[in-house]
């Protein structure tokens, strides 16, 4: 069975970093992603932030993290990894890890083609 969990999330002020972790990814996910959905804003469907291929590191990002975020993986502790840098309000949400065992590239970044599931860790960045 498979258990990603999330952690790392927290309190930041504009301009500030963060990381999240998510443990409990196996081989067989080729595909890695975080995602984020903000619950205060009615009708906002989770968005794909970054996203990894495990085979290769091939890495991809949202437009609006890009420059800003970096995705990793440590295949040896079963952990992917997002960095988050330069932090605004508008990066305040819950992050859920999620894993797949294969997905086309155009695809990376879309949330309804991922099987498995973190809880979630909230990020809230105050201005």
């Known amino acids: 069975q498979v258990q990603l969990m999330e952690s790392g999330g927290g309190s930041v002020q504009t301009g500030g970093s963060l990381m999240v972790s998510c443990s409990g990814t196996q081989y067989s996910h080729t595909a890695l992603g975080w995602f984020r959905q903000d619950p205060s804003t009615p009708g906002k469907e989770r968005e794909g932030v970054a996203a990894i291929y495990t085979r290769n590191g091939r890495t991809y990002y949202a437009d609006s993290v890009k420059g800003r975020f970096t995705i990793s993986q440590d295949t040896a502790k079963n952990t992917l990894y997002l960095q988050m840098n330069s932090l605004t309000p508008e990066d305040s949400a819950m992050y859920y890890c999620?894993?797949?065992?294969?997905?086309?590239?155009?695809?990376?970044?879309?949330?309804?083609?991922?099987?498995?599931w973190g809880q979630g860790t909230q990020v809230t960045v105050s201005s």
């Open positions: 999620a894993a797949a065992p294969l997905l086309p590239a155009k695809m990376m970044l879309n949330p309804a083609r991922y099987d498995y």
